[in-house]
């Protein structure tokens, strides 16, 4: 059974900071993982896509990449601004189709 | 290009009755499926559909159902509800051209339901 996890829970970083968020699961015979963010009360929004052939994707200000050997994908924020506050969640789609997704981390941007 | 749209986005009911939420895809996604959202388990997997199909089903009761219309639209159907299955129901499409195939999954805005 596929788990994922994001650690850490929750971060707190200043305007203009760099975020890293990281995703770790345990098997690595996976189809793809996505990444996603979601406001209160609201649907997931995708951010990005990686395919298992992929090493990493990248649209404007996030990069992701992606070890499916060691079983982790970090999510990579240039410049944080407050309009990334969000919580942040990986999925992660096994071979046999199935998606897992981790808690996801909290992210507080302060201007 | 409209989103997924999922309807009702609010709904409250009473313990032992039964519900049935709607989900109509990205025009030409023709995989949906649902996960259910709370704070304490987080995103869970419910079913996923491909045309008209159920190709994949998580570990839920029988008390949660689906299916899929010959227009992709889908509905999830829980009876005999219990206090537990208050939470976000959210859907989400994929543009799979084949059975094998899953791509980009784009979720909606979710259905809330609250059981008392």
């Known amino acids: 059974k596929q788990e994922v996890t994001q650690i850490p829970a929750a971060l707190s970083v200043p305007e203009g900071e760099n975020l890293v968020l990281n995703c770790s699961f345990t098997?690595?015979?996976?189809?793809?993982l996505q990444w996603f963010r979601q406001d209160p009360g609201k649907g997931l929004t995708s951010l990005l896509l990686?395919?298992?052939?992929?090493r990493e994707q990248t649209s404007g200000r996030l990069n992701a990449s992606l070890d499916k050997s060691s079983g982790r994908s970090t999510l990579y924020i240039a410049a944080s601004q407050p309009g990334d506050s969000a919580t942040y969640l990986c999925?992660?789609?096994?071979?046999?189709?199935?998606?897992?997704f981790g808690a996801g981390t909290t992210v507080t941007v302060r201007a | 290009k409209a989103g997924v749209t999922q309807t009702p986005r609010y709904l409250i009911k009473t313990r032992g009755q039964q519900v049935t939420l709607s989900c109509s895809p990205i025009?030409?996604?023709?995989?949906v499926s649902w996960y259910q959202q709370t704070p304490g388990q987080g995103l869970q997997f419910l079913f996923e559909?491909?045309?008209?199909?159920?190709?994949n089903k998580g570990n839920f009761p029988g008390r949660f159902s689906g299916r899929q219309f010959s227009n992709s639209r889908s509905e999830m159907n829980v009876s005999t509800l219990e206090l537990g299955d208050s939470a976000l129901y959210l859907c989400?499409?994929?543009?799979?051209?084949?059975?094998?195939?899953?791509?980009?999954?784009?979720f909606g805005e979710g259905s809330r339901l609250t059981v008392l």
């Open positions: 025009s030409g996604h023709r995989s």
């Open positions: 989400a499409s994929s543009g799979g051209t084949s059975v094998f195939f899953t791509g980009e999954l784009f």
């Open positions: 559909y491909f045309s008209e199909t159920q190709r």
């Open positions: 098997d690595s015979a996976i189809y793809n």
């Open positions: 999925a992660v789609r096994s071979n046999d189709y199935k998606l897992s």
């Open positions: 990686i395919q298992s052939s992929q």
